[in-house]
């Protein structure tokens, strides 16, 4: 059956899929943020003209999207370096940690909305 709506996905399947997805964002996300920082560094022309590109809307969701997939990043491999401790990796405490990390993360998460915004 390839209809993927017909599935249920178990909460720790959720949580690793979104800890890849996270991944991926903050690898691509990196090489903006270099790119402002390469800006910012070039003169005070430079500094200026980074400042004027994080004041628009558009780059400060950017910015968060990225601090966002680090947050999620970073709870999810605390997990996973708790479940190589030997912590979480029952069938009743998988899903606790899962959603232990994905409430965390979303605390992370408004925060640096409001950091941001």
Known sequence: NLDLT????????????LHRVSGVIVFFGSFILLALLGL???????????????DHPFVAFIIWGVLAALAYHF?????????????GETLESGPMFAKVSMALSVVLIVLAGVWVW
Do not use: C, Q, R, W
């Not at 017909?6 to 899929?17: Q, V």
């Not at 605390?78 to 912590?87: E, P, R, S, T």
């Open 40 to 54: 910012s560094l070039e003169n005070e022309a430079g500094f200026a003209d980074a400042l004027t590109l994080l």
């Open 75 to 87: 709870t999810a491999g605390v997990k996973h370096l708790f479940m190589d401790m030997g912590y």
């Open 6 to 17: 017909t599935l249920s996905f178990p909460i720790t399947a959720i949580a690793s899929i």
